[in-house]
């Protein structure tokens, strides 16, 4: 900031300063201060301790590069013009409210503002797209394709949506996200020729969306990519990148309900927009689906005149011996990874290239549907198995490990996809259990958007018995103007509404366990006696860990049959022998069966910003912009823990905005998987 914004360091602020400076100094200091005021904000004290140990009379090499968020630099001019093509929320709502009925006109409006770029479709299609659509799994398919492609020797560009961090992660070239120079400069190429010819189109300019697709096709035709890998926005059909005329070959990624208000609320409905992106004569793959989706889309292929087949079972194709290993985890990355290497294999075999590995002449294009095998399976050549177990995809069942604390992010935010993040979560995070051998607090942090039920999705994610969970929106932190996290078309104030409905979904949740499915929790002794209560809902083990990895016991409570009545003796919970909790919360024999139920369902808080809900999930443990005092109290035995395993999912954008604050704490021997 020192170096940006003001040449030296001043007593009194410049008019050379950013307005975000100028009002950091209205703000903040009133004057400008030569040590740290008291009507500084605990952010910019944090700031200070963090950044100067003490205040400096001048700029030290110690300040890191973070200091410099607010600077005045080319890349953030062009992400804030960027944002001026965001949909505010009152067309946005228009739109749905219209349910689809104008989303025809996107694709021809699309051709006619490529074409204003000085992008012909005959541009677009010496790319050689591979094109994805589908519900989930169609950023890892995609990074599948690029990193084989990349092991064969292509130079590759890969578009995809959302980004996580910063909006140039839209956009690869070799497997890397677009530097900032060049980001900066082709965005002023595109921008710019669309700007100049908006007085001949009623001012008409793209969408936020639609610009960076154009952007995209921009960028890999300057950098001369020998392949372009698109993934979907939205459903297909109407897709901004639905512009794409004669790809090389099209693949659809398991289907599931999401975008149900412009996609339809049943899977048929759904798988309808997906196939929208077939093309004549020109391959198709799918993952397995659902009868009724798969219907739909053998339908739909027949219409187009494309062939159509399922991608086999990862198992089923020729190793040679070798172990197929992948470098993204979860359980659905083996059906991303088939769809993967048979678009991969069509590709190769259509640009006929790479014949010295042994990939055979591309698969017949007759347009008939039912002549596509179901199942392709083929000799997997030495660079496909490298670029399965060389892919990375960041913030996909993603582990981060920290001192005292690892984060697992995952963007599952549909019900399939967060069953998978739960089996894998549970499955991790034993495993670390069993390593570590310590005292472990478990955490979620949780947030969802759109129409999509919080109840149904946070239902999965109790059986992880969480001790606290905490619901934010996707803000990385309060007062932030982060250009590349900014959206236009939701306010504070309807985040935080969103919030406290996913907190009023998940306390439901426990008030069902308890009371919902049961006549009732009849009337618990007070005094200590060993009476039996009847009709609760089967009690599950502690919350906190305190076995230190060993097996729990669990012997004095357990789930009976269904067809049983659940009895629990009020003297196993108050005893010394119940599992349920650790000495130090247990010494009191008259506890009621009430209060000993409230220390089975786990804290829950809504927070108003990722960093707060970073730090009060870490108890301290990392060094965070938000300060503990600033937090609700929590139990006094969660400070006690040795490790803390903290889950974020629900929203990529939550991931995103987790990311780039975890990447900025400044921990020592910080690793991730």
């Not at 689906?289 to 005149?305: D, W």
């Not at 199942?375 to 670029?387: A, H, I, N, R, V």
């Amino acid at each position: 900031m020192y170096e940006f914004e003001l040449q030296h360091w001043p007593c009194k602020p410049r008019k050379c300063m950013s307005r975000k400076t100028q009002k950091m100094y209205e703000l903040e200091f009133q004057h400008w201060p030569c040590k740290p005021r008291k009507c500084m904000s605990r952010k910019t004290q944090k700031m200070y301790e963090v950044e100067f140990q003490h205040w400096p009379s001048k700029p030290r090499k110690c300040i890191s590069l973070n200091f410099n968020i607010g600077r005045v630099n080319p890349e953030n001019e062009a992400v804030k013009t960027l944002n001026t093509l965001q949909t505010n929320a009152e067309v946005l709502e228009k739109i749905r409210s219209q349910h689809g009925r104008s989303a025809h006109l996107k694709v021809p409006k699309m051709i006619e503002f490529s074409q204003r770029a000085g992008i012909s479709l005959a541009d677009i299609d010496s790319l050689k797209i591979i094109h994805v659509s589908g519900t989930k799994g169609k950023g890892s398919t995609c990074a599948f394709c690029e990193s084989i492609l990349l092991h064969h020797g292509y130079k590759t560009g890969f578009y995809s949506s959302p980004h996580l961090i910063e909006v140039r992660e839209r956009i690869h070239i070799n497997g890397q996200p677009l530097d900032r120079d060049r980001f900066t400069s082709y965005f002023w190429d595109v921008y710019n020729k669309l700007d100049k010819t908006k007085a001949e189109h009623e001012n008409s300019m793209p969408g936020y969306f639609a610009f960076l697709t154009l952007m995209a096709f921009h960028v890999f035709l300057q950098e001369k990519v020998d392949v372009g890998i698109i993934e979907v926005g939205i459903g297909g059909q109407y897709d901004s990148t639905n512009l794409i005329q004669n790809p090389i070959a099209c693949g659809v990624t398991s289907l599931g309900l999401d975008h149900t208000s412009l996609l339809g609320n049943t899977v048929d409905k759904i798988a309808w927009h997906k196939a929208g992106i077939f093309k004549p004569g020109v391959p198709a793959v799918t993952a397995p689906q659902p009868e009724l989706a798969m219907n739909v889309l053998k339908e739909r292929a027949k219409e187009i005149g494309c062939p159509l087949h399922t991608c086999p079972d990862i198992k089923e194709y020729d190793a040679q011996g070798r172990e197929v290993q992948l470098g993204i985890k979860g359980e659905m990355q083996s059906v991303n990874a088939s769809l993967a290497l048979q678009l991969c294999h069509i590709w190769l075999g259509k640009v006929k290239r790479n014949h010295e590995n042994g990939i055979a002449e591309t698969i017949s294009c007759r347009g008939d549907a039912e002549e596509m095998p179901k199942d392709y399976s083929f000799p997997l050549t030495e660079q496909m198995l490298q670029g399965l177990s060389a892919c990375r995809w960041a913030g996909r069942n993603q582990t981060i490990k920290a001192k005292d604390v690892t984060y697992y992010l995952d963007g599952a935010h549909t019900i399939e996809s967060i069953q998978q993040c739960v089996n894998w979560f549970r499955e991790d995070a034993e495993e670390e259990k069993k390593v570590l051998r310590k005292r472990i607090l478990k955490v979620l942090i949780f947030n969802l958007t759109g129409n999509r039920d919080s109840y149904t999705l946070l239902k999965p994610l109790k059986t992880c018995d969480f001790d606290l969970v905490v619901f934010c929106p996707n803000i990385a932190s309060q007062g932030a103007n982060i250009a590349d996290q900014t959206k236009v078309a939701v306010s504070f104030e309807n985040q935080m509404k969103r919030c406290l409905l996913n907190k009023e979904a998940w306390d439901r949740l426990y008030d069902l366990e308890q009371h919902g499915d049961q006549e009732s929790l009849l009337n618990v002794a007070t005094d200590g006696s060993s009476q039996v209560v009847s009709n609760p809902a089967p009690a599950k083990k502690a919350r906190i860990d305190v076995t230190n990895g060993q097996q729990e016991n669990t012997s004095a409570v357990t789930d009976k049959d269904d067809k049983q009545e659940n009895q629990i003796p009020n003297a196993a919970i108050n005893g010394h022998s119940s599992s349920f909790f650790s000495s130090e919360n247990c010494n009191n024999q008259s506890q009621t069966f009430n209060q000993a139920i409230e220390k089975l369902v786990p804290v829950s808080h809504c927070l108003p910003s990722i960093s707060h809900a970073l730090s009060l999930a870490s108890q301290g443990k990392t060094l965070l912009t938000a300060e503990l005092n600033e937090l609700p109290e929590l139990p006094s035995h969660f400070k006690s823990v040795d490790h803390v395993q903290i889950l974020i999912t629900g929203s990529i954008h939550l991931v995103g905005g987790a990311l780039r604050i975890i990447h900025e704490i400044p921990e020592d021997g910080s690793e991730t998987d």
